[in-house]
């Protein structure tokens, strides 16, 4: 399933700029791509896209999911065809899935009634979080980044709270 998402990323993401208008018929200059897809399968896509676009010098940086994640996040601005992508593709699915669980938790009376609108900007917030910590700073950082520890603790914060007055519950 990995191979299948990454390869129609890749495609996506080469064809994206086709579907702007960015790479008019006879278009020269450079494509930068980021991409986790394996050295033949880029070869095949960038073989196909450089028989009907010869002018244009394709550069792949082959990258893991999370740096790709990451890369899409910082080119967002610069890139908001690929960004459009990815929120359509990935944000949009989070957030029908983080908010349709909150509104059936609340019914169910396991959750508190919230405004799902931005609570599951809340939720999410510090998967992306982790994200970009760990493909930007950890050269940085004394301490390594602990992906598990990090989910513990946001869990933790998100089923008791900050509040020291609340009965502690157990994180699934």
């Not at 579907?19 to 018929?25: D, K, M, N, P, S």
């Not at 989910?151 to 699934?172: C, H, M, V, Y």
Request: hydrophobic residues 50%; neutral net charge.
């Amino acid at each position: 399933m990995k191979k299948v998402t990454a390869t129609i990323l890749a495609i996506v993401m080469l064809l994206s700029s086709v579907a702007v208008g960015a790479l008019a018929e006879g278009a020269t200059g450079e494509l930068n791509i980021y991409t986790t897809v394996s050295e033949l399968q880029y070869n095949a896509i960038v073989g196909a896209f450089q028989a009907k676009y010869p002018g244009l010098t394709i550069n792949a940086t082959q990258a893991g999911a999370g740096d790709c994640k990451s890369r899409i996040i910082a080119e967002a601005g610069n890139l908001p065809e690929v960004a459009r992508f990815y929120h359509d593709e990935v944000i949009a699915r989070a957030r029908a899935t983080v908010s349709a669980t909150l509104i059936e938790a609340a019914a169910a009376g396991e959750f508190r009634p919230v405004d799902t609108d931005y609570a599951w900007r809340i939720v999410i917030a510090p998967l992306l979080f982790s994200i970009i910590w760990k493909h930007s700073f950890p050269a940085f950082d004394a301490q390594p980044f602990d992906f598990r520890r990090h989910l513990a603790a946001q869990f933790d914060l998100l089923f008791n709270g900050i509040s020291a007055t609340r009965k502690k519950k157990e994180s699934p």
